[in-house]
């Protein structure tokens, strides 16, 4: 069984763009949720998707936003790029509604000069 | 809120010997899992070992077993027979669970030991 996709690996953009990372869980996963990961603020969840629908959302501005398809691949899209959002971000999925094991994939590293 | 606290930034052990990493986390929930995730170089996140908070005995996995104090908000990951492949950051997490459902999909994480196995 293939495990979660995330591509791309590495993505530079400049400040002002906007950016879309992609995210294919698990097969059979309904799950998605979304993390960013930095050296000061360490792992900080974004949001998480079931069934299409966001049910959880944590404390990012609105320039931070996500989707998921009917086949449950998910998108996380970040608008008006700053330089504090260069990070690493990571994907997980859930077989389960309640989310009793994350399976992470190998993330998108985003760079914003 | 939840919060997640790992005191150890780094570690290091020789190969074959035992380590032990300490977490503590604090919660007014009940209903709570708690996780140790690896991340090596490659920065795949990989799930270690869960233990459900209901559950008094300790959750093995292989060479990796826990110490859960509920009473004291402990969680401890020991590492027995350590191998050159454990060399990696390790993540203490915690998810509630339950009514509501307002923890869907979020891990709140401590800040990360990072573990260097010698040969």
């Known amino acids: 069984k293939a495990g979660v996709t995330q591509t791309p690996r590495y993505l530079i953009k400049t400040r002002g763009q906007q950016v879309t990372l992609s995210c294919s869980p698990i097969?059979?996963?309904?799950?998605v949720s979304w993390y960013q990961q930095t050296p000061g603020q360490g792992l900080q969840f974004l949001f998480e998707?079931?069934?299409?629908?966001?049910?959880n959302k944590g404390n990012f501005p609105g320039r931070f936003s996500g989707r998921q398809f009917s086949n449950s691949r998910s998108e996380m899209n970040v608008s008006t790029l700053e330089l504090g959002d260069s990070a690493l971000y990571l994907c997980?999925?859930?077989?389960?509604?309640?989310?009793?094991?994350?399976?992470f994939g190998s993330g998108t590293q985003l760079s914003v000069l | 809120a939840q919060t997640v606290t790992q005191s150890q930034p780094e570690m290091s052990v020789q190969e074959a010997e035992t380590v032990t990493l300490s977490c503590t986390y604090d919660?007014?929930?009940?209903?709570?899992?708690l996780f140790w995730y690896k991340q090596p170089p490659s920065r795949q996140m990989i799930l270690v070992i869960r233990?459900?908070?209901?559950k008094q005995q300790n959750a093995t996995e292989n060479r990796f077993s826990v110490n859960f104090q509920k009473a004291a908000k402990s969680f401890s990951l020991k590492i027995s027979d350590s191998q050159l492949g454990d060399t990696a950051m390790y993540f203490c997490?915690?998810?509630?669970w339950g009514a509501g459902g307002t923890s869907y999909g979020k891990l709140t994480f401590g800040q990360g030991t990072i573990l260097t196995v010698h040969p």
């Open positions: 233990q459900e908070a209901y």
């Open positions: 997490a915690f998810m509630s």
């Open positions: 919660t007014s929930e009940n209903n709570y899992y």
């Open positions: 097969s059979g996963h309904r799950s």
């Open positions: 998707y079931f069934s299409e629908t966001q049910r």
């Open positions: 997980a999925s859930s077989q389960e509604a309640t989310n009793e094991k994350l399976f």
